[in-house]
């Protein structure tokens, strides 16, 4: 079969990619296969999937390395250099890579920032620099960087800098490990309450599914903007950053549970009528055991793929609240923040730059679609 | 980046655009609508007429009184700040929030009295004659005579009875009035009608402000009420059951709510006034915009005696920030300075001549960006320590102004500290130099010397009781001027460097506000206004729970002593000059009192001054003539856009 | 119908008594009140109230009597006198001002509603008929785009688009010269100038998940045996899905078309926010923002009530569509 | 649903020309060489492999053969109808409507082209296995019919109205001028598919293909579509092509067979050929699995004798019934209720209680298989369920007397109480795929059990495991394997191992063997044969299909409505039914003789 379906393999000796498909193939077949590991077949064989996957990776790789990935640290800024467009980097075998050194002045009539590169100076750069101390993984200590200027007092703008003259790239990717974990967060807590709300409601039935039911429609009538708008103005104005992105995290998930709970309820009350469910009890498993191991996996593929839909929403309700000026602030950096800083009509004019953190949003929303789209095409791989 | 893209596109997208336009308007022919401004044909070389040719065209039809039985005998002469104008047209503006009173003030403001061309002195308005005796307790007031509201009624003494018993006296409407309406000891003025036209008007105590106050068009304008109209809404005119019935039956709990909303002349087309523009359509209509249409009675002429305002109509469309700011980039905002972000000029000035306005560079007022460390802190170690002038001065002084300067205005802002500028009255010679200098030695030692010489792992001093200089900056965050949370956050590394943590704390205007008057704070960000300080006291002096500097104390100093905390040596210090200062009897002595404040202030730097604005942008319309051109101010207690006589504002065309 | 109606009804009002109470809770959470946001938004003018003044109005205000005072006086008045209560920002009636709102809002919530299902129903079964085709692909990468990107970011590039390209005035519905002239073609025409954008950034943000789902949807039924009898009937194929896989995909929208009408109330708020439209979204944002209290708890108690009626609406659409509902045996 | 598809062949392998051999006339479909395929990610599946039959003008064509033998995508092929991403790849489906009419070579058609539409419903109809999936569910059936004049014929609304609803009396559904208002769910199993044979025969179509129209019937509704078909082939002179798996429903209403197996045809010829003379091994095997045993013209000669006597025997009363030993499972006056809330959204809700066991005593010796037959509904499998107490009765009793242990009523335990008796008595579930959970690999599902045992540790049911799959015939590589690698003969296996790895006592078997094709079901019957007498098994054997519960029961007990209407020997109730409900149901069951075609008389059971 395998052969049929690829005549190469026959006059060519396979590749090692054409073994392991092979082998996954035969695995298949001889039906060795696990869950996982159909799912995975079926997922692989999804292109925007694993594009979204491949992606997503990237994204989370660098919100987890972005100390030593950007440039410079969120909160170093340069007065010389604010509204800096992005720079170009030259490249020539004697020198590496380097870029010109910028003359920044406003014309008084304009009000414009002028930039002016001295072609003559060259400011070398090279990976692995020295530069501005971060904490690798949080607890590390390191001043080593990707991709920098040999001279630590020497700013690279990649990506252009904001009105304070501090590296929108390493913005971007700094903001990204609040946003991006704050959607995590948001999700699994949510998860949590669903699961174990969800799952009681389901599982049981009768009057307790009635009553959770109730409890939740209702919860869902409340319109969420005033919801929204009390509890993140609700939070103790002492609290500093962490505390808030704490409790702003908790709002997102109080909101989103319902959600996740009425998923899980579905599918467990779908898998209560299986018959393999009713073998199970008759086999003599306890409530528990058939939750969790006869029920849970089968519909463990579609709590993921939720997830991955739920958390670009946690992620576009942070902005939104970072719009309404109820999420984050400055100076915590996350991508709702800088895009609120962005949101004027200056930026959108003279310095179009700073709005790259709508494309960080748009990506990661983007592969966190595909990736959840494509789990849900490949999470049940009995199903049909 | 300095080339917008699109604009070669642009004039070819808009011919076309302009077609449609036109063949929908070919199209419309027969529909009724409300032509577009422009259609009026009073235009040409009128420059001579009196009056506008929208009220010559009532006379004519009988609808209106000649132009002399509307105008006073002697008619207010507006300051003029151009040449011959020509009569109609509409003035478009916009704003960003319907309840905001602004243009109200701006452009329609009727007074007792009202600033002269420099902004120094009153001058009268409505009276024709406004004096005080000596000790400026008592001050008698002469009306212009044949005064008259914009329905034609007479405006008279009775008027300004009514709002000083009727109104300022009624304790329901004024359960506590405020300190700009009263003595000393709180006590409402008491009014006397000599005449018609004459009324007299004593404190109990000398009020050299009072003048001032009046100046004021947020204040000044609230003496003006009309009491033939508004007395069918009160009490004391109307049976209580039938104001009552009233005000339930338009939806209000109480009568002085509804009389509130009746004497409203921003959101209630019906009330007569005696300025400019009256309101004919509210901006809390669902179409968003206000319509404002010219007095017929107005009591001000131009030199030359022709009746003003020459714009006809304003038209003011509530709109967000960024749409604000794009139309004013479009040309499509004929004259405003308020609501116009700074940091917006460049896209103004950028779009400014393709789409005929000019930018403006008006001084700011109230833009200077400061720390105000809190007098009255809870904590008695960190009260302590604010309290010290050396140590306020050493956070000044750590401060790199400059540099802040460089990265957020481009090296075009003003670094000053808060105190009257030069050409104020309260300025004297060497102030606002103290601890200027960006000197992180300085600073460093100075904290060295107050014991401060301990620190921790962080390299953050401790205090005697071993806590950390630690501290909350609470702040409104706004962009539209300096963006503050990028300019406190180059302090917070200034100040890392002497040793001192600032953790920033940008809040929702209300929880600032809360916080601030229960004295829940460490140090307050703020922009304090410089000039003309006497008028909003609060920023320079404690004199009530909303200071900025040491609310506990002003609130003892608002309550006289029944709440809050007594305030310190130095602070009462301030407030003994600030009580010789409302309570002198002479100019002479209330300008020695406000500049001792003046001089406590620079000698004592209790608020850390930042940076300022260099200006603030002014859109005009290249059409529109007889905008002041000598950089005014723009501030709230001269009515903002006032301060060029709106009145006096004329389009070139007449349109 | 009229007994199951009126049951649902009863079941309505301890629901809207409890969300009605949460709210007005909710608006309550944030610390300060109505006055205290003044005086906070008047600083941010240069101007200062006496505190003294505020407290006494507080008093007159009955803004700091307890929660439960509060409450019960609004209630009060809604349930006696079909009063909502007045604005403390605008000092006028809550009705007036909702009701003044309210023409422009349902025409920018229905024009939206209409705008998104047509292009998503279309893309959604475009997208499941060509399955995994370029053009499906594209479908939802367009629709995820749209998603993605905040709707503030969105509105105010097309707004800026529109300026550069068009020389248009962005902002509000109308142009200042149609603003409060009476109805006529040219105003008409001025409207849905305006109109676009605000429809194009909710529509576009909204089609994302339903092309999803209908096609997800559409995908299930499609397989399904009474699509081959219809075939085997000898029906066009356009015909077919019409009638059959479509309409049966549909059903979910069709149980949750009620949960629109609410949002056609609040609409979208913070594009309407942003693009400053005369809807009832910026003002129950304001009122919340401010601690408007009767306003915000006035506007909330509509949506809430509302939404009791779409879901009302949505089960009795539903048992009209769809007869295995209206038997029983769904 | 995969992902990616192996492209179809934009192009169609040129086919023969028919032209220069054109079919005989008499054919009303001459098929040839047809092949068409399904393109699945890996690989092209051939489901018709290069077939070519004939069907006859007036006949009735069965194709016959088991799941996945092609004979669906065969018939399927006939009008362009194959299911995405399947196709016709090759050859020739020549259709010439009536003798002399123009021949059209369906194959040929793009699958949505004018002609073809033109032919479906109008020429050549279809009617499918399950009428429930089949018609829309939110259309009443009359504007599903309606439809197909409407397309074919352009008839005024109110004409076409009539015209459904003569052809609903036609197929024989009463009161025709109300169900034509119906909806598929108001309607039975039986009146579906009369709605859908209705629609398929509304334009008169002069082919009819039947694919599986009574699979899904109960026997004697079955036996009525039959017999309607029948009926209305010969009224109407249509032809007719059946498909169907079930040799009995051959042997009554085929003129022509032909057999199919992996998409090709073993054999054809006319039936009688087929049945006495067959040629091929798997026609063979077909058929032996379906006469080995089954009811013999002498029985059926016996049962219409005791229908036509009017004596009917007192229900039998367990009481009477001789006990030799005692019985292993007694059940005394076992009832079932659900609480339903019935009524829909419009009608007011009540709360309904459907009685689905009504006051059952039953008997069963150990060692023996008990069947319980009865058509779907009767409440055989709520009384199975309540025995394994799945449920908990309403009342009565269930007495499990094992062999030197206490006797216990297994209907009063509770749940703590019923753990032991969870391994003494056992399951094998009907569906071998929605039994076994996927995602568990065969050792975990069969090992599930053994859990609730104390003190077998983990190698131990490791050990055991391979050894009941060893005995239950497989082989104990599988254990580490997942069911989906598996056959469906294969799975009930290993169902049967999950069931006897506890060693139990007795063995409920809900309809174990029916949804297996006939040549597995042959296989595992012998299997619980066997395994019965190595284990000394007693079962407990439901099912709906009389011919395997008389050949493998000694005794029967036959439900009707929740009520036991006859009991007793299966020879008894076999050879001398007394219950006119037990005649009705034997009458029904098809005869696997087509020579005897004609010689029965349908008996049906009105309470």
Redesign the interface.
């Known amino acids: 079969m395998v052969d049929q379906m690829n005549p190469a393999a026959l006059e060519a000796p396979p590749t090692p990619r054409q073994m392991r498909k092979a082998r996954a193939q035969l695995k298949f077949l001889d039906g060795t296969a696990s869950q996982s590991q159909l799912i995975r077949r079926r997922y692989k064989s999804n292109p925007m999937a694993m594009f979204g996957l491949y992606l997503l990776c990237l994204i989370y790789f660098t919100a987890i390395f972005a100390g030593f990935l950007a440039p410079h640290s969120a909160s170093s800024t340069s007065a010389d250099h604010a509204y800096q467009p992005p720079q170009a980097v030259h490249f020539t075998l004697e020198d590496g890579f380097f870029i010109h050194p910028t003359e920044s002045s406003t014309d008084i009539e304009t009000l414009q920032r002028v930039f002016v590169e001295d072609p003559d100076v060259k400011i070398p750069l090279t990976f692995f620099a020295t530069g501005d101390e971060y904490q690798l993984l949080g607890f590390i200590p390191a001043d080593v960087h990707f991709f920098g200027t040999v001279d630590p007092d020497q700013r690279l703008y990649l990506l252009g800098a904001d009105r304070a003259g501090a590296d929108l790239l390493s913005l971007i990717l700094y903001g990204g490990q609040i946003s991006l974990s704050l959607g995590l967060i948001g999700v699994a807590v949510s998860l949590v309450l669903g699961i174990v709300i969800g799952g009681i409601s389901g599982y049981f039935g009768g009057l307790t599914d009635t009553i959770i039911q109730r409890v939740i429609e209702f919860i869902m009538s409340i319109p969420t903007l005033p919801l929204w708008l009390g509890l993140a103005a609700a939070i103790p104005p002492r609290w500093g950053i962490t505390e808030t992105y704490f409790a702003i995290t908790m709002i997102l998930s109080l909101l989103g549970w319902t959600g996740m709970a009425r998923v899980i309820r579905g599918r467990v009350l779908q898998s209560r009528g299986e018959d393999y469910i009713l073998a199970a009890k008759l086999d003599g498993a306890s409530h528990g055991r058939i939750i969790l191991r006869h029920m849970m996996p089968s519909f463990v593929s579609h709590i993921i793929a939720s997830m991955s839909l739920a958390v670009p929403a946690m992620i576009l309700a942070e902005t939104s609240l970072s719009f309404l000026g109820l999420g984050l602030r400055a100076p915590a950096i996350s991508w709702g923040v800088l895009l609120q800083d962005s949101q004027n009509l200056q930026v959108v004019a003279n310095a179009p730059w700073l709005l790259m953190p709508a494309l960080a949003v748009v990506l990661t929303v983007i592969a966190f679609n595909f990736v959840g789209d494509g789990l849900r095409d490949a999470a049940d791989p009995y199903g049909k | 980046m300095t080339s917008t893209p699109g604009l070669s596109r642009r004039s070819f997208v808009q011919l076309g655009a302009g077609m449609i336009a036109g063949v929908a308007l070919v199209t419309l022919a027969g529909c009724t609508f409300d032509a577009p401004a422009g259609t009026a044909g009073a235009a040409g070389t009128k420059t001579s007429l009196k009056e506008a040719p929208m009220l010559t065209k009532l006379v004519k039809e009988g609808k209106l009184p000649e132009l002399a039985k509307r105008l006073p005998a002697k008619p207010a002469v507006a300051a003029s700040f151009g040449g011959t104008a020509l009569y109609g047209g509409t003035l478009k503006r916009g704003q960003l929030d319907a309840g905001d009173r602004g243009v109200m003030q701006a452009f329609a403001t009727a007074s007792f009295v009202e600033w002269d061309e420099d902004n120094r002195k009153p001058v009268p308005s409505l009276a024709e004659k406004f004096e005080s005796n000596d000790d400026m307790s008592e001050f008698t007031m002469t009306l212009r005579s044949g005064l008259k509201w914009s329905d034609g009624e007479p405006y008279t003494a009775d008027d300004v009875l009514f709002v000083m018993q009727n109104w300022l006296g009624n304790k329901t409407m004024m359960p506590s009035a405020p300190y700009w309406f009263s003595s000393a000891d709180k006590s409402v003025p008491q009014a006397e009608k000599v005449s018609d036209t004459v009324i007299k008007i004593s404190f109990t105590s000398p009020t050299p402000l009072w003048p001032k106050y009046l100046s004021n068009p947020s204040v000044g304008g609230q003496f003006v009420k009309p009491l033939h109209y508004l007395r069918q809404f009160h009490p004391d005119f109307t049976d209580q059951g039938t104001v009552d019935a009233q005000a339930k039956a338009a939806g209000f709990d109480s009568w002085d709510k509804y009389f509130a909303d009746r004497d409203n002349t921003w959101t209630n087309p019906d009330v007569p006034v005696m300025g400019a523009y009256r309101v004919i359509t509210s901006a809390s209509s669902a179409s968003g915009t206000a319509d404002l249409e010219r007095n017929p009675y107005y009591y001000k002429t131009d030199a030359d005696g022709r009746q003003l305002p020459f714009v006809d109509r304003l038209q003011v469309q509530i709109l967000a920030q960024e749409a604000l700011d794009l139309r004013a980039a479009n040309g499509d905002l004929d004259f405003q300075a308020q609501f116009l972000g700074y940091n917006t000029t460049q896209v103004y000035l950028q779009n400014a001549e393709k789409n005929g306005f000019h930018v403006d560079r008006w001084t700011p007022a109230g833009s200077l960006l400061s720390l105000c460390p809190n007098l009255s802190h809870k904590d008695p170690e960190i009260r302590e320590l604010f309290s010290k002038k050396e140590f306020r001065g050493a956070l000044s002084q750590a401060i790199n102004r400059e540099a802040i300067n460089k990265s957020l205005l481009g090296g075009l802002g003003v670094v000053m500290q808060p105190v009257a500028p030069k050409g104020d009255e309260y300025y004297s010679d060497g102030i606002g130099k103290n601890f200027l200098e960006f000197d992180a030695d300085a600073a460093n030692s100075a904290l060295d010397e107050l014991g401060l010489t301990e620190k921790d792992s962080n390299g953050v001093r401790l205090m005697n009781s071993g806590k950390p200089l630690d501290f909350v900056l609470l702040y409104v965050d706004a962009t539209t001027e300096i963006a503050r949370t990028d300019a406190y956050s180059m302090v917070v590394k200034d100040l890392a460097n002497v040793g001192i943590k600032l953790t920033l704390k940008p809040a929702d205007s209300t929880l600032y506000t809360q916080s601030r008057t229960t004295n829940d704070y460490d140090i307050d960000g703020t922009t304090v206004p410089q000039t003309k300080f006497d008028l909003e006291p609060v920023w320079y002096v404690p004199t009530g729970g909303n200071s900025h500097s040491a609310p506990a104390f002003g609130q003892w100093y608002a309550s006289a002593g029944e709440s809050g905390e007594q305030p310190s040596a130095d602070v009462q210090k301030l407030l003994d000059s600030w009580d010789a200062l409302r309570t002198a009897t002479s100019d002479d002595a209330r300008v020695k009192a406000g500049k001792a404040i003046m001089k406590q202030h620079s000698d004592e730097c209790y608020m850390i001054g930042i940076l300022a604005l260099p200006f603030v942008p002014v859109v005009i319309n290249n059409d529109l003539l007889n905008v002041r051109d000598d950089k005014p101010e723009l501030a709230f207690v001269l009515g903002r856009e006032r301060v060029t006589k709106p009145e006096q504002l004329a389009f070139a065309t007449g349109e | 119908m009229i007994r199951f109606i009126g049951a649902r009804i009863l079941y309505v009002i301890p629901t809207l008594f409890a969300i009605s109470l949460i709210s007005y809770f909710i608006i309550q959470l944030p610390p300060g009140d109505f006055l205290t946001s003044q005086i906070a938004s008047l600083e941010q003018q240069g101007q200062t109230l006496d505190p003294a003044y505020v407290d006494a109005l507080r008093q007159r205000y009955g803004i700091g009597e307890p929660f439960w005072v509060q409450y019960g006086k609004w209630m009060g008045g809604i349930l006696f006198e079909g009063d909502l209560g007045q604005s403390f920002e605008y000092g006028r009636p809550v009705t007036a001002l909702i009701a003044e709102r309210l023409p422009l809002t349902l025409i920018l919530g229905v024009t939206t509603l209409i705008f998104t299902w047509v292009i998503a129903l279309t893309a959604g079964v475009y997208s499941a008929v060509k399955q995994r085709s370029f053009a499906d692909y594209a479908i939802s990468t367009v629709g995820f785009i749209a998603l993605a990107i905040p709707n503030f970011l969105a509105a105010l590039l097309l707004a800026y688009a529109g300026f550069t390209l068009f020389g248009a005035s962005i902002g509000g519905l109308f142009s200042p010269e149609y603003a409060n002239a009476p109805w006529s073609w040219g105003k008409v025409i001025d409207l849905m100038n305006h109109l676009w954008i605000p429809v194009l950034v909710i529509g576009l943000a909204g089609t994302a998940g339903i092309i999803r789902v209908t096609r997800a949807n559409l995908l299930d039924e499609l397989p399904k045996p009474y699509v081959v009898t219809a075939r085997a009937k000898g029906l066009p194929e356009g015909k077919i899905i019409r009638k059959y896989p479509l309409r049966i995909a549909l059903n979910p929208f069709i149980s949750t078309a009620g949960w629109h009408l609410p949002s056609l109330f609040d609409g979208e708020v913070i594009v309407a926010q942003v693009l400053a439209l005369g809807t009832t979204g910026p003002l129950l944002l304001g009122a919340l923002k401010s601690q408007d209290m009767y306003l915000a708890g006035g506007i909330i108690l509509i949506i809430a009530v509302l939404t009791v009626i779409g879901t009302l609406m949505s089960d009795i659409l539903l048992a009209v569509v769809d007869p295995r509902v209206r038997f029983g045996k769904a | 649903?995969?992902?990616?598809?192996?492209p179809a062949p934009s192009w169609r392998r040129p086919s023969t020309d028919w032209r220069s051999d054109p079919p005989r006339g008499d054919v009303i479909v001459d098929v040839r060489n047809l092949h068409a395929s399904f393109y699945t990610?890996?690989?092209?599946v051939k489901a018709v492999d290069d077939i070519s039959f004939q069907a006859v003008r007036g006949r009735t064509l069965c194709i016959v053969g088991e799941s996945g033998s092609g004979k669906s995508a065969t018939a399927?092929s006939l009008?362009q109808?194959i299911?995405y991403p399947g196709q016709i790849s090759e050859g020739n489906i020549l259709f010439s409507p009536g003798a002399g009419s123009a021949v059209q070579d369906i194959a040929a058609m793009e699958p949505?082209c004018e002609e073809?539409?033109?032919?479906?419903?109008?020429q050549i109809?279809?009617i499918?296995q399950?009428p429930m999936?089949?018609?829309?569910?939110?259309?009443?059936i009359g504007n599903?019919i309606s439809?197909?004049l409407e397309?074919?014929q352009g008839l005024k609304p109110r004409q076409t109205r009539e015209r459904v609803i003569e052809e609903l009396r036609r197929v024989g559904i009463p009161l025709p001028e109300e169900r034509i208002d119906s909806?598929t769910?108001?309607l039975s199993g039986g009146m579906r598919q009369r709605a859908?044979i209705a629609?398929a025969l509304i334009a008169r179509p002069s082919l009819l293909i039947a694919d599986e129209p009574t699979t899904a019937l109960d026997v004697t509704t079955q036996a009525q579509i039959l017999d309607l078909l029948a009926e209305l082939k010969e009224q109407l002179g249509m032809s007719l092509i059946f498909i169907t798996h079930d040799m009995g429903v051959v042997a009554e209403i085929a003129d022509d067979v032909a057999v199919m197996r992996h998409g090709k045809i073993v054999e054809q010829g006319p039936v009688d050929q087929i049945f006495h003379d067959p040629q091929h091994d798997y026609t063979k095997q077909l058929l032996g699995s379906v006469q080995g045993g089954a009811t013999s013209r002498n029985r059926r000669a016996k049962i219409e004798r005791a229908a036509a006597s009017p004596v009917v025997r007192e229900r039998a009363d367990p009481a009477i019934t001789e006990v030799t030993e005692r019985p292993l499972l007694s059940i005394r006056d076992l009832r079932m209720e659900f609480h339903t809330v019935?009524?829909?959204?419009?009608?007011?809700r009540s709360k309904k209680k459907l009685e689905a066991v009504k006051g059952v005593s039953l008997d069963i010796a150990p060692g023996t298989t008990f069947g319980l037959v009865g058509e779907s509904g009767c409440g055989k499998t709520t009384l199975g369920r309540c025995i394994?107490r799945?449920y908990k009765p309403t009342s009565g009793q269930i007495f499990f007397d094992e062999a030197g242990r206490e006797q216990v009523d297994l209907a009063a335990l509770s749940e703590r109480e019923l753990?032991p008796y969870?391994?003494r008595v056992?399951?094998v579930?009907?569906?071998p795929y929605?039994?076994?959970?996927?995602?568990?690999?065969v050792r975990q599902v069969v090992e599930?059990?053994l859990?609730?045992l104390d003190g077998v540790d983990s190698e131990e049911r490791g050990e055991r495991t391979a050894v009941m799959l060893e005995r239950v015939g497989l082989k104990r590589s599988a254990m580490?394997?997942?069911?989906?690698?598996?056959s469906g003969g294969e799975r009930q296996r290993i169902g049967m191992a999950?069931a006897l790895i506890t060693d139990p006592s007795l063995v409920v078997a809900d309809e174990a063997v029916s949804a297996l094709d006939v040549s597995v079901r042959a296989q595992v019957l012998d299997l619980m044969a066997e395994l019965q007498d190595q284990l000394s098994l007693t079962y407990l054997f439901i099912s709906h299909d009389l011919s395997v519960v008389e050949r493998i029961c000694d005794d029967v007990a036959v439900m009707y409505f929740g009520d036991v209407v006859e009991q007793g020997a299966a020879e008894d109730v076999f050879e001398r039914p007394q219950h006119p409900y037990t005649q009705a149901l034997l009458s029904a069951t098809p005869v696997t003789d087509p020579s005897a075609r004609g010689t029965k008389g349908r008996l049906t059971y009105q309470p």
């Not at chain 4, 990610?41 to 092209?44: H, L, Q, S, T, V």
């Not at chain 4, 999936?133 to 009443?140: A, C, E, I, K, N």
């Open positions: 649903m995969d992902a990616r598809q192996v990610p890996d690989a092209e399927r009008m109808l299911d949505t073809i539409r033109a032919i479906r419903g109008r109809s279809m499918f399950e999936s089949s018609l829309s569910p939110v259309h009443t599903q439809e197909v397309i074919h909806y769910f108001q859908m629609m019935a009524g829909g959204l419009f009608a007011r394994l799945a753990k969870r391994a056992r399951m579930f009907q569906d929605g039994s076994l959970n996927p995602r568990m690999t599930e059990p859990r609730m580490n394997r997942y069911p989906h690698a598996f999950r």
